[in-house]
């Protein structure tokens, strides 16, 4: 059974860091994301990475302050948040698909999804 769990997020003030981890479990994925919805807003791509990690993408809101990666051992990714923003308040997830080999930038383009977990700035 395949399963993307979540951990990492939290409660922290503007100008501070998260890093954001998700296991799966199941199968091994060639590209991963990580998407965010805020309350009354429709779900968006943070960013995504394929299997070597030569191969990345960032949303412009998020460029130069996360960074994701991959431990393709532990089947693991990761985002680092810096100088994070009360805009940035919103549930992340985690996403995997098994539908393609570059990284995908629309939600419909994954087919396995985690359960979530919150982040929330502090001005």
């Known amino acids: 059974q395949v399963q993307l769990v979540e951990s990492g997020g939290g409660l922290v003030q503007a100008g501070g860091s998260l890093r954001l981890s998700c296991v799966a479990s199941g199968r091994t994925f060639y590209v991963m994301g990580w998407f965010r919805q805020a309350p009354g807003r429709e779900r968006e791509i943070v960013s995504s990475?394929?299997?070597?990690?030569?191969?990345?993408y960032y949303a412009d809101s998020v460029k130069g302050r996360f960074t994701i990666s991959r431990d393709n051992a532990k089947n693991t990714v990761y985002l680092q948040m810096n100088n994070l923003k009360p805009e940035d308040t919103a549930v992340y997830y985690c996403?995997?698909?098994?539908?393609?080999?570059?990284?995908?930038?629309?939600?419909?383009?994954?087919?396995?999804w985690g359960q979530g977990t919150q982040v929330t700035v502090s001005s």
């Open positions: 990475i394929n299997w070597s990690g030569g191969s990345t």
């Open positions: 996403a995997a698909t098994k539908l393609s080999f570059a990284v995908t930038i629309t939600a419909h383009g994954y087919d396995y």
